[in-house]
């Protein structure tokens, strides 16, 4: 009997750690997303990525002592369009934010500039929309996106207007109230329809940036062989140039990808470089 009993209490306890594992999930649209109604599923996950994304959704990760100025963060992993590094680079740093109070929502996008940046405009729109629900600041959202996933928040950014309204969510503002960015792949930003804004090979940053660009924190590592530092650069002298708010932080070692991993050495740094920003510019309280 003893035996029994102890028995049912691993069973209980195993299946409260795998409940509390569990975040929940749901889906950013009402119905299929915008153009995948013929689409077969064919998503697939294998060592913490995802690949052919099929239908966007948030994972949901609420602080237990939430900052008490209720901040959100969309979070947008990279994989460069060709799959998401969701664990390393959404689940990890949503776990990273809750420690710092902060409510994550880690977006799982559609793996195609355009269909991403609605996406992202979808998931801040959704985010805001359950402000009341989630118990966060609707005047407090921001996105944080890595590698491809900054270019999706960069896109979204300086991208307000959408091309069309589905329902009540997405007459929902879609702006974000600040930005990080973590060594993002600018190469490829929307201008207007059908246009890059490249003119002989280089982004013409100062055309995207403008009074409405949001508050922007940019960590990169001065030796990132897959997308260039100078990308960063560019881009930090378009947002100081147009009067936005900016900080960036350039490390000499730390190549790409490092997101938090305490492996990649100082450069992992940029995270308490970030909730200092947060703090200092009032978007997230305490000390």
């Not at 299929?32 to 959704?57: C, H, W």
């Not at 602080?63 to 979070?75: E, I, K, N, R």
């Not at 997101?259 to 920003?277: A, I, P, Q, T, Y």
Request: aromatic fraction near 10%.
């Amino acid at each position: 009997m003893r035996l029994r009993f102890i028995c049912v209490l691993f069973c209980i306890a195993g299946s409260a750690v795998q409940l509390f594992a569990q975040q929940p999930v749901t889906r950013i649209w009402n119905g299929l997303a915008p153009g995948t109604e013929d689409m077969k599923n064919e998503e697939k996950r294998d060592d913490g990525s995802i690949y052919k994304v099929y239908q966007p959704d948030v994972e949901i990760f609420l602080p237990s002592h939430p900052d008490q100025h209720h901040l959100a963060v969309v979070v947008l992993p990279g994989g460069g369009y060709t799959l998401l590094a969701y664990v390393k680079e959404g689940t990890k740093i949503a776990g990273w934010l809750n420690d710092n109070g902060v409510a994550a929502f880690v977006l799982k996008y559609r793996l195609n500039p355009d269909e991403a940046l609605q996406d992202a405009q979808r998931a801040v729109s959704f985010v805001r929309s359950k402000s009341n629900e989630y118990s966060i600041d609707p005047k407090r959202v921001g996105v944080l996106g890595f590698s491809a996933g900054g270019q999706v928040a960069a896109n979204l950014s300086t991208h307000f207007t959408r091309t069309s309204m589905r329902d009540a969510v997405d007459s929902v503002d879609c702006r974000p109230d600040f930005m990080v960015l973590v060594y993002p792949a600018l190469d490829w930003l929307h201008m207007a329809a059908g246009d890059t804004g490249k003119k002989d090979g280089f982004v013409q940053f100062y055309k995207l940036v403008n009074a409405n660009t949001p508050p922007t924190f940019i960590a990169h590592a001065g030796d990132d062989q897959t997308v260039p530092v100078q990308q960063s650069i560019d881009f930090f002298e378009a947002l100081h140039a147009g009067g936005v708010p900016c900080e960036m932080h350039i490390y000499e070692q730390g190549g790409h990808g490092f997101g938090l991993e305490e492996d990649r050495g100082e450069v992992v740094s940029w995270g308490d470089l970030c909730v200092k920003w947060m703090r200092v510019r009032g978007i997230l309280s305490g000390k």
